[in-house]
């Protein structure tokens, strides 16, 4: 007790620096309840099930770059996302590009059609471009932006 009474400032200075800690270390909790989880939440459960394999996307782009309008082919798969970007050459008519976009469904299985949303952006050096495509996993064709 008699520390207590000698040493008051400094008990109080640190209770109160305790308290400080404290109620930010709560606010932080409040604010920010996620840190640690996964960023995607459950959003993905079930992708083992229904996985894109690297040789599958690969084979893709070999055979869309065969075409004689393509320029350059390349594939991005981010969770339940699949990005695909065709370069076609200058003067390839839109409809020609968007057939392009709709052969990139046979190379998924009727599950991978059904689990991920498909995106393809075509662009050309053409005034025309940009135009891009999103298929949902629930549609059978292709949506696209209105240049």
Not at 57 to 80: A, F, H, I, Y
Not at 81 to 98: C, F, P, Q
């Amino acid at each position: 007790m008699k520390f207590l009474k000698k040493n008051k400032k400094i008990v109080i200075g640190v209770a109160i620096a305790v308290a400080v800690l404290l109620v930010v270390f709560l606010v932080k909790i409040l604010i920010f309840p996620t840190l640690g989880k996964d960023r995607y939440g459950n959003r993905l459960d079930g992708i083992e099930q229904v996985i894109i394999n690297q040789d599958s996307m690969t084979k893709m782009e070999q055979d869309l770059s065969t075409s004689s309008s393509v320029e350059n082919v390349s594939t991005d798969v981010k969770g339940r996302i699949v990005n695909i970007m065709i370069e076609v050459k200058a003067g390839t008519k839109v409809e020609d590009a968007k057939k392009l976009a709709n052969q990139t469904l046979e190379h998924f299985t009727g599950d991978q059609k059904e689990y991920y949303d498909i995106q393809v952006f075509l662009t050309s050096s053409d005034e025309n471009y940009p135009y891009i495509g999103y298929k949902h996993k629930t549609s059978k064709e292709f949506k696209w932006t209105n240049n």
